[in-house]
């Protein structure tokens, strides 16, 4: 397993940016496919975007239909490091923001596939 610290979160107001990181641990990083999950006071814990390994032909990002358009993933290889870019923030992407690694091959949505799980980082926006 793959140790992760996540760190950026706050309070922004509605219509502004944050940047995420997640830092991970070990030299096999560049093996894992990356996610990040949101999850919100009383809900579910929620799939945001997810980035591929450098495994696989092509570095590729997906997102949830809620954040498409204003959140990119990406991630640096060589700092061991994956990022969210939040912007057009609303009051409903409040939640705490957990990062996540799997050596699942496929571009997975589902919490279960990922092995691996930050602290979280608490997101507020302000109306």
């Known amino acids: 397993q793959v140790q992760l610290v996540e760190s950026g979160g706050g309070l922004v107001q509605a219509g502004g940016s944050l940047r995420l990181s997640c830092a991970a641990s070990g030299r096999t990083f560049n093996s894992y496919n990356m996610g990040w999950f949101r999850q919100a006071p009383g809900k579910e814990r929620q799939f945001v975007a997810g980035i591929r390994s450098v495994r696989l032909s092509s570095s590729s990002a997906y997102y949830a239909d809620s954040v498409k358009g204003r959140f990119t993933i990406s991630r640096d290889n060589a700092k061991n490091t994956v990022y969210l870019q939040m912007n057009s923030l609303k009051p409903e992407d409040t939640a705490i923001y957990y990062c996540?690694?799997?050596?699942?091959?496929?571009?997975?949505?589902?919490?279960?596939?990922?092995?691996?799980w930050g602290q979280g980082t608490q997101v507020t926006v302000s109306s």
């Open positions: 996540a690694a799997t050596l699942y091959l496929g571009a997975t949505m589902s919490a279960g596939r990922y092995d691996s």
